[in-house]
Nanobody, 117 residues
């Protein structure tokens, strides 16, 4: 069974940092672009960042550009999201999944990030 498990979230003050991890089991995602997404209460899930299968290409939502960094370790089947200079508006549940919809699997539980002002 394919499973995505996100971790690393928590409560942090504005300006702080967190590093999220997404571990995949049951299937390798090393051939696929991967992404991080987030969903705030009352809002739809939105794109945060994506990374190509090799890690050589990344893209970011304008709201996080310059503050967040996505990376991956294909040998461990893990995708990371380093989040710096966090803002209260970054508060959300963060999820990972394949970049392209056709490659996606069921969404995991996500990891909660709460940024206090």
């Amino acid at each position: 069974q394919v499973q995505l498990v996100e971790s690393g979230g928590g409560l942090v003050q504005a300006g702080g940092s967190l590093r999220l991890s997404c571990a995949a089991s049951g299937r390798t995602f090393s051939s696929y672009g991967m992404g991080w997404f987030r969903q705030a209460p009352g809002k739809e899930r939105e794109f945060v960042a994506t990374i190509s299968w090799s890690g050589g290409s990344t893209s970011y939502a304008d709201s996080v550009k310059g503050r967040f960094t996505i990376s991956r370790d294909n040998a461990k089947n893990i995708v990371y999201l380093q989040m710096n200079s966090l803002k209260p508006e970054d508060t959300a549940t963060y999820y990972c999944n394949a970049e392209r919809v056709v490659h996606r699997v069921s969404w995991g539980q996500g990891t909660q990030v709460t940024v206090s002002s």
